[in-house]
């Protein structure tokens, strides 16, 4: 009986797992605001990066396009963070506040 709880309890633990995950990256992913995200990337980002689906390539064309960005699994909302927290090439004053990073990485994701 106490081996039966024991596994009730461990499979309990482990459907919660996954979950839980799936949760916190849903949370984090709803930080930003998508629609500040692409006016403020329309603003900062698209001289070099392509922004908007069905839009031209940009004009410097040394970023990749935010499409691209979005489609390599590798681009979480975390590696987006750690990325935009760190100095961008050509870029020395590239310093976005805790609300503009949310803001662009909620745009970026939502290209997914
Ligand atoms: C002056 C040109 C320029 C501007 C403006 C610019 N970027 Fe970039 N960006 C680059 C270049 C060049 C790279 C590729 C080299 C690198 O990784 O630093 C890049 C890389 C990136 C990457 C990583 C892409 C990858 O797959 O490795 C992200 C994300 C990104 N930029 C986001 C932004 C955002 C968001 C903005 C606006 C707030 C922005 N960039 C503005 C030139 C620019």
């Not at 990256?25 to 930080?31: G, I, K």
């Amino acid at each position: 009986m106490r081996n039966l709880i024991i596994s009730a309890i461990l499979l309990l633990a482990s459907l919660a797992q996954p979950n839980s995950v799936t949760r916190t990256v849903a949370a984090e992913q709803m930080l930003g605001n998508a629609t500040e995200g692409l006016r403020f990337a329309r603003d900062h980002c698209a001289d070099c990066h392509q922004v908007e689906p069905g839009e031209a390539p940009a004009v410097i064309p040394a970023g990749k396009s935010f499409i691209k960005v979005a489609a390599d699994p590798k681009m979480t909302a975390l590696s987006l963070r750690v990325f935009l927290r760190t100095p961008h090439i050509d870029m020395p004053d590239f310093k976005l506040t805790e609300e503009q990073t949310d803001d662009v990485i909620a745009y970026i994701l939502s290209l997914k």
